[in-house]
């Protein structure tokens, strides 16, 4: 009789008896009247062996990388001195071919790697994902989703599922997709904050998990299209609290992997040297940012009125100092945060750069420029992974936000209602997923930590 099925991770409960398994051929080695697979079904890998009569037959000749399998045979602990995945070995008695995948001969099975043309890549992303290093980076991915959960549970922070068809904007008008909705203007969500603002009377604090969109004609290494987007939002609390809120949300969290022998081996697989940040994370206003920049020589390219990069003669940018109101871009923050070399939290940035519901410090005398409540959380290699703010709670306050960025209040009845039935001091911020994916894996890029990247040029596969 036939074994029953089994996963290649529960094999060693099955050491010295008999297993049956399916899965893809992963990698193939003839050595003169033995074959050797590699086995991956996706839960893990497996060294199976064919030899004697189960080895001749036409199809263990003419075996091809990714064909689908079914194996079965012994689990034998693999002898002293030798190394297979998990321990041990399937000796095979008998096998069968299911689905025969082209071979060798083909472009794709044989010699996508990582140095094949990122455009390419791109367009095979669906085969790449079959490989070591990109099935890892997805793995770990959902482990770090889970290890959330699981904090956020802890801290009785409750999970929901905003719209992603909205009709009102959170970050900006510039970066919305726009779509036809039964003849009405919608658009993409840009992030469920909102949402997450009118749950705190009816379910305390929560979060979500939800795709975001940005139409940012960016071509960056941490900028998609689309991202999951993890955000939550806290009632009764200061700045302070949300600060430390968003530290033990991410630091739990990764000691949740680092304690799970799966996820810990993951990421040694994928960032060999990394370490659990050290808390609490540094903290740096705003102000004493530009000044740190400044102090390092760390320049901005000056900018038209338009907020073009004004060139000189020879077409280089010419480079300014930072001055206390100016935007962070992306390359002196990245700067930044490599010096530094370890998580650091950006504070109190002017009211200029920031969105309109972001709650403002009160104003310090001799000084014309208003600073929000208002954080970003910064990581060596990645840069901005937290966006974070205290909300306007009073109510007048928000109609005279919406009045200032030129914003309808009437679409916005339903936010507008969180000051008026009840308000409350609260505040949250909005967690990037493949950026902080990018940051615990060491990935280059977030496209490499998203299942099907979205950036402008791409939307296939
Ligand atoms: O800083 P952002 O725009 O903040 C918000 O959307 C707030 N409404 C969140 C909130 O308070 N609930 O975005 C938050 C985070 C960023 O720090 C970044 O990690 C990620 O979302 N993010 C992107 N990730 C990938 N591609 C993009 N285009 C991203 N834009 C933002
Ligand atoms: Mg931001």
Redesign the pocket.
Known sequence: PKPTKTKISQLAAHRSKRARVSGWVHRLRQQKDITFITLRDGTGYLQAVLSGRVNQTYHALTLTLESTVELVGNVQVVPEGKTAPGGHELIVDYWQLIGAAPGAEDAFTNRLNEKTNPSIQADLRHLVIRGETASAVLRLRAALLAAFRQTYAKHSTIEVTPPCLVQTM??GGATLFKLDYYGQPAFLT????LY?ETCLPSLGDVYCVQE?F?A?N?HTR????E?T?L???LGFINFDDLMAHIEAMICESVDILLADPNSAALIKQLNPKFQAPSRPFLRLSYVDAIAWLNEHGIKRPEEDKDGNPIKDKSGKEIMVEHAVGDDIAEAAERQMTDIIGKPVFLYGFPAELK?FYMKRMPQKEGSDVLFTESC?LLMPNVG??????MRIADYDEMIAAYKREGMDPSAYYWYTDQRKYGTCEHG?????V???LAWLADRFT?RECSLYPRWPERATP
Not at 222 to 225: A, G, I, T, V
């Open positions: 959170v970050e840009q992030s469920s904050q997450l975001s940005r940012e960016s941490r900028h998609l299209s991202y987007h955000e939550a939002e969105a970003d901005e992974i937290v966006g974070g703010s949250g911020y909005g967690l990037g493949e950026r902080l977030v």
